[in-house]
């Protein structure tokens, strides 16, 4: 750095006080291992300020003579001359170990192979200077490539006399002496008179030796290498050769050798791979202390940028500081703009001296290599540079030779062997040179046979072409084909951007609003709405009828997400399609929006919206009238006619119409709708019909979960949940999950409707009726005025019960009332089937809290035998427990009990939880009330368990009621905290009373504190004398 290169608008120190090297690096902006660094390489202040530094910065003063004075040689016994110990290792834990483990066996070969940059040298230091701390006598050297190496060139200047260990055996003087290497009569007596060297030397103390870059080695030193190999197995001699494993070639020594090595000395072989995620993680981590959004970013930067080359990250690193990208301030670090960033200096300088070694013509078609990409397919190159076979297969020979390139296997591909040599080659030309290339490149892939459109896109784009807008628009539709909204809104995005402007192209960018508007339907309703007022006022301009005609339906598509109640604009708009002329109805079926346009996805929305026997008519009339159609839109018209059949209690047709509708969403891999024919019959299906089929919902469920994960849509959300699968999680009594998949899907606004549905569910049956309330509010602003239907229309069905019975629970029969009569009006809209029977059992709560025991009655039968035809066991479930109530309650015991066996049996089939609960407190009570009270316990310990397991807190204060207090123990403690309370007296461990009591270890821990809290003690001793004290020990 020139002048100390300290960050802008640093300020300099009075020199009143000393610091530390974090000081330093605060001042300067950089972090720690940069100052070291500054100091190692010598790049401080300039010569007139380093006194001063050291003045100012603790710094030692041999640090600083080194900046002003060339490196010194290195001391004795240092590994190869290299720095200082306290290098951080990462990464290579492992290999450090059987390092060290053979360093301490009997001796041997150990061969530490890797790519450039990829850490051995630091790995063999950090190997080297162990082994000096605990006595191990340490010889290196290094091969170079410059003029090549000279015969046993890292051996002599292993043996340099100014390194030869004091007070130890002489050098093996053939090595060792200026000129006596000539004077040995041949390798053996050499090879012999190192071995004894060595071996001599190994009588003091064990011997390790350092050979570095060996795949630079002459013939003659690999030779030495085998003969100490086989020689020194029995003896404390370990030998630790380096090279490059990757770019061994035929015409170099140790390409040849190796596998002599390997053989005969039976050497150890690790091989260093580069830094995965978790490795850079814990460099940034060391070094950084930024915000987890900045670390990741950060992390992600360096992978990407140096494909986990350690040498490539410290130097990107390197950069990123001295360019102020990454620097420190009084806060903290903090993390710049990285999509700027270039090569640094120095990887470009030792990419450039690669490079020089190329012909001129070469580097010029490297350079369109460059542009085309990570990958080059050789006909595409051939074809943009239009060179011969031999002339093209000469650079190729050169790259290869150099290592700027590698080939693929199999196939006729070659990649540059590093992301970085790729982009300083495309950094060093300048801007025309770049568009000319990737303009010809668009050129030559936009005529093959199947043209990648993201590929030609970009190319044509780079090149500043118009003609990129209809590859952008290419890629889009394929991304929408995928369900890849948000690429899909990007790419469209950027072609409306190249249309800007052009009043020759307003039609088709009209048209792509539309389109645009379909990618942001799901995500982002309201951006939708105004991109499609923007093509209309396009349309309008132009007097295009099919596209007057067109918008008011994809609007009315848009609005039906936005949980408002568009069904009458929907229709309306409907009728304008159908009215359309043949020709233009023909013209939308060739278009990009033919599937929003299509009556099968008409007959979807309808189905949706509850209006069942018109979807079934819609879909039905367009397989009997397309049955050529697009697979994607025949799936989704028998997914409309399964949708109906639910509703309309046809299950086993249902069934039928959902599998059927996914062997064509299989067909065009459209997966993101194979999970939603799955969630949909698990909902209106399964659910509804047969929520005892246990194994069969559990088996659906994972179908389901694995057609998500082979979708766009499902790497977006939680995996294992989907909107419509949080209702078995619900029924299984998995509240916490559905209430984390339910919260993340309405922050997505995915279903909004019924994601509100089901929290208020959760927050009434978790006790928290306000929130429960503002959820209702949220999803139905006019309360029980809101007129049907609303999208989804099972959803509002259960929302407006969900209501129905909060004003219940709250005791405000006015307000209840009023909900009930809105469930009414809406099943009335609905030609739906299933669900009927909720108003009876509503009006029962309603009509027994008036005091109406027999008006109750009446409904609740009515109810029941609603839900009995067809056969839905949950509204059967809930009417014969209501049932088993209300006799229970007109002291009625017989029917009472011919109701509760219902309920029981029915409750026990579902494996759900909290339905089981809910039946045992039923139970309870009628034991209670028919003078079986001695009974109940055991009930009601069950619901118990059950309901603090789930936080269900209305339902514990229906069983704290229901359960008798004690009244001669004092401390307020409830009936559960004195069971927990007796059975630790009697000695049972935590995990032992939550077995017995079927709840879990942390609960218990939490009745324990609560015990402790009340009764003023903090002891489990102390707990268990109170529990004799009063008798609680049976």
């Given at each position: 750095m020139s002048d100390g290169g300290h960050a802008p608008g640093s300020t300099d120190f009075d020199g009143s006080e000393w610091l530390t090297l974090p000081a330093v690096a605060r001042h300067f902006g950089v972090s720690t291992h940069t100052i070291r660094r500054w100091i190692h390489d010598g790049r401080l202040p300039a010569e007139k300020r380093v006194g001063r530094f050291g003045e100012q910065f603790f710094v030692p003063s041999a640090a600083l003579e080194r900046a002003r004075d060339p490196a010194p040689e290195p001391e004795r016994g240092a590994p190869w001359g290299g720095p200082g110990p306290g290098r951080q290792l990462i990464g290579r834990r492992a290999e450090f170990d059987r390092l060290r483990a053979a360093i301490e066996g009997r001796g041997g070969v150990?061969?530490?192979?890797?790519?450039?940059?990829?850490?051995?040298?630091?790995?063999?230091?950090?190997?080297?200077?162990?082994?000096?701390?605990?006595?191990?006598?340490?010889?290196?050297?290094?091969?170079?490539?410059?003029?090549?190496?000279?015969?046993?060139?890292?051996?002599?200047e292993m043996f340099r006399p100014d390194r030869a260990p004091p007070d130890l055996p002489v050098p093996a003087p053939a090595l060792s002496v200026k000129d006596a290497l000539e004077a040995v009569a041949g390798r053996r007596k050499l090879h012999d008179q190192v071995l004894s060297f060595l071996v001599e030397l190994s009588r003091h103390r064990p011997v390790l030796l350092l050979l570095g870059d060996m795949h630079w080695a002459d013939e003659e030193s690999i030779h030495l290498v085998r003969h100490l190999g086989r020689q020194i197995r029995r003896r404390p001699i370990l030998i630790v050769v380096t090279y490059r494993h990757v770019e061994l070639r035929p015409d170099e020594p140790l390409y040849r050798?190796?596998?002599?090595?390997?053989?005969?000395?039976?050497?150890?072989?690790?091989?260093?791979?580069?830094?995965?995620r978790d490795d850079v993680a814990e460099l940034v981590t060391a070094r950084y202390q930024l915000s987890a959004a900045d670390q990741d970013r950060l992390v992600t930067f360096l992978l990407n940028s140096s494909e986990g080359n350690p040498f490539f990250i410290n130097e990107l690193l390197q950069s990123l500081e001295d360019e102020a990208v990454l620097r420190l301030t009084d806060e903290g670090w903090i993390l710049g703009e990285l999509s700027g960033v270039r090569v640094p200096p120095l990887l470009r300088q030792l990419i450039d001296e690669r490079l020089e070694r190329l012909a001129p013509e070469a580097r010029h078609l490297l350079q369109a290599a460059a542009v085309i990409g990570e990958e080059i397919p050789i006909d595409v190159w051939q074809a943009v540079t239009e060179v011969s076979d031999e002339a093209l297969a000469d650079v190729i020979e050169q790259a290869l030779a150099v290592r700027v390139m590698v080939e693929m296997p199999q196939d006729p591909v070659l990649r540059f062997r590093h992301k970085l040599f790729r982009q300083s080659l495309y950094e060093h030309m300048i801007l025309l040179r770049r568009r000319s290339w990737h303009r010809r490149i668009a050129e030559v892939l936009a005529a093959e046979a199947n043209p990648d459109p993201d590929v030609v896109a970009r190319h044509f784009s780079e090149a500043g072409d118009p003609r990129a807008a209809e590859w952008v628009i290419a890629s889009g539709r394929r991304a929408a084909g995928a369900f890849?909204?948000?690429?899909?809104?990007?790419?469209?995005?950027?072609?409306?951007?190249?249309?800007?402007?052009?009043?020759?192209?307003?039609?088709e960018r009209a048209w792509l609003l539309c389109e645009l508007a379909e990618a942001y339907r799901f995500t982002d309703p309201q951006r939708a709405i105004a991109y499609l007022d923007t093509a209309q006022r396009i349309a309008d301009e132009l007097g295009d009828e099919g596209l007057q005609t067109v918008i008011p339906y994809c609007k009315a598509r848009v609005r039906t997400l936005e949980a408002r109640n568009a069904f009458a604009e929907l229709r309306e708009s409907w009728r304008g399609i159908e009215g359309l002329p043949e020709s233009t109805r023909h013209v939308l079926a060739g278009s990009p929006l033919a599937y929003a346009v299509s009556r099968a996805t008409y007959a979807q929305v309808l189905a949706h919206y509850g209006a069942y026997g018109p979807a079934l008519e819609h879909a039905e009339r367009f397989l009997e009238e397309s049955p050529s159609a697009d697979p994607r839109e025949q799936g989704t018209a028998y997914f409309a006619i399964g949708l109906a059949n639910a509703g309309l209690a046809r299950p086993s047709e249902a069934r039928a119409a959902f599998d059927r509708a996914r062997t064509f969403f299989r067909q065009t891999e459209t997966y993101h709708m194979v999970g939603a024919t799955y969630d949909w019959e698990l909902d209106l299906v399964l659910q509804v019909y047969y929520p005892d089929r246990v194994e069969e919902r559990r088996r659906l469920l994972d179908d389901a979960a694995r057609?998500?994960?082979?979708?766009?849509?499902?790497?977006?959300?939680?995996?294992?949940?989907?909107?419509?699968?949080?209702?078995?999680?619900?029924?299984?009594?998995?509240?916490?999950?559905?209430?984390?998949?339910?919260?993340?899907?309405?922050?997505?606004?995915?279903?909004?409707?019924?994601?509100r549905r089901i929290l208020a569910d959760l927050d009434r049956r978790q006790g928290d009726t306000a929130r429960a309330w503002a959820r209702i509010a949220e999803a139905l602003p006019d309360g029980p005025d809101t007129e049907p239907p609303l999208n989804h229309f099972p959803y509002g069905l259960r929302l407006i019960g969900v209501a129905a019975e909060l004003a219940l629970d709250d005791g405000d029969l006015d307000w209840a009332r009023r909900w009930i009569l809105a469930l009414e009006r809406w099943l009335e809209w609905s030609d739906i089937v299933v669900g009927r029977a909720a108003p009876d059992h509503l009006w029962a709560r309603y009509d027994a809290a008036q005091g109406d025991l027999d008006r109750a009655w009446q409904h609740q039968r009515e109810g029941l035998r609603r839900a009995s035809n067809p056969r839905q066991p949950l509204a059967m479930l809930t009417a014969h427990r209501t049932l088993a109530r209300l006799a229970t309650l007109r002291r009625d015991f017989p029917t009472a009990r011919q109701h509760l066996a219902g309920a029981e049996r029915l409750a026990t089939s579902f494996e759900a939880p909290y339905v089981l609960a809910l039946v045992q407190v039923t139970h309870a009570e009628l034991l209670l009330a028919s003078g079986r009270g001695h009974e109940a316990g055991g009930l009601l310990a069950a619901a118990r368990a059950t309901a603090e397991e789930l936080g269900a807190k209305p339902l514990l204060a229906v069983i704290d009621h229901l359960e008798p207090r004690p009244t001669a123990v004092p401390g307020g403690l409830s009936a559960r905290e004195i069971e927990v309370l007796r059975l630790v007296a009697e000695g049972l461990t935590d995990a032992e009373v939550a077995e017995r009591l079927s709840i879990s270890p942390r609960t218990v821990g939490g009745h324990l504190q609560s015990i402790y809290n009340k009764l003023g003690i903090s002891s489990r001793t102390a707990a268990t004398s109170f529990a004799h004290k009063f008798g609680l020990v049976r």
């Open positions: 150990v061969l530490v192979a890797g790519d450039a940059g990829v850490g051995k040298t630091v790995l063999v230091e950090a190997l080297g200077y162990e082994a000096i701390a605990t006595g191990v006598q340490v010889m290196g050297a290094r091969c170079f490539e410059l003029d090549g190496t000279p015969p046993y060139g890292p051996w002599l050798l190796l596998p002599h090595v390997l053989r005969e000395t039976e050497a150890e072989r690790i091989t260093l791979r580069e830094w995965d890849a909204l948000a690429v899909t809104a990007a790419r469209f995005e950027k072609a409306l951007a190249i249309l800007e402007g052009d009043d020759q192209r307003q039609r057609a998500w994960r082979h979708s766009v849509f499902g790497a977006l959300v939680l995996m294992g949940s989907f909107p419509t699968m949080i209702d078995s999680l619900l029924l299984e009594g998995r509240w916490e999950e559905a209430r984390a998949s339910a919260t993340a899907f309405l922050s997505a606004n995915a279903q909004p409707l019924g994601m």
